[in-house]
């Protein structure tokens, strides 16, 4: 089983400011099936990127992904007052699926 | 366009049995593999369980033994099996298909087992 480790847990920051998240698998990914996510309260989850590096339809290009092997990363290059929320990586495209365990993005 | 819609979710107590459905549209289920991912109250989300094309399952170990993941090609629909339901699987409860590697997740239905 892969494990996904996100960090930080809480990220403070200011609209108009660039956030760099980070995600670490325990292991090397056979597939690039790397996927981030938004959720904000009381919502689904709403898909941001997939193969770690292309944005879903609708996607505001601000957001970016990147990595392979173990690291993987999620770049807001400069965040909107509606970015405040929290962020998911996903590994899939195995006989299991793992999340981390999400990074809190909050206005400073 | 690729919609999910869940449904099956409400109060059952300890100890009983649900089934939760999530009617697809826009994509032919048997194509695609299709998992349930979870998340309780103020949590994470938490993978349960997953079907590919092929028919092969898998399962959380929170949830082998108890949960049980089908589909039904001519409703075009998955399903979850829930038996011997514990409080700690009280969550939302979301269907997500995996269509030429980008996800599509439904809007999720509340499961809460409580007496």
């Known amino acids: 089983e892969i494990v996904l480790t996100q960090s930080p847990a809480t990220l403070s920051l200011s609209p108009g400011e660039r956030a760099t998240l980070s995600c670490r698998a325990s292991?090397?990914?056979?597939?690039?099936?790397l996927a981030w996510y938004q959720q904000k309260p009381g919502r689904a989850p709403r898909v941001l990127i997939y193969t770690s590096s292309t944005r879903a339809t609708g996607i505001p290009d601000r957001f970016s992904g990147s990595g392979s092997g173990t690291d993987f990363t999620l770049t807001i290059s400069r965040l909107e007052p509606e970015d405040f929320a929290v962020y998911y990586c996903q590994h899939y495209g195995d006989s299991q699926i793992s999340f981390g365990q999400g990074t809190r993005l909050e206005i400073k | 366009e690729v919609q999910l819609v869940e449904s099956g979710g409400g109060l059952i107590q300890p100890g009983g049995s649900l089934r939760l459905s999530c009617a697809a549209s826009g994509v032919t289920v048997s194509r695609h593999y299709m998992s349930w991912v979870r998340q309780a109250p103020g949590k994470g989300l938490e993978w349960v369980s997953i079907?590919?094309?092929?028919?092969?399952?898998f399962y959380a170990d929170s949830v082998r033994g108890r949960f049980t993941i089908s589909r039904d090609n001519s409703k075009n629909t998955l399903y979850l099996q829930m038996n011997n339901l514990r409080a700690d699987d009280t969550a939302v409860y979301y269907c997500?298909?995996?269509?030429?590697?980008?996800?599509?997740w439904g809007q999720g239905t509340l499961v809460t087992v409580s007496s």
């Open positions: 079907i590919y094309g092929s028919g092969s399952t």
């Open positions: 292991q090397t990914f056979t597939n690039t099936y």
């Open positions: 997500s298909l995996y269509y030429y590697r980008m996800p599509y």
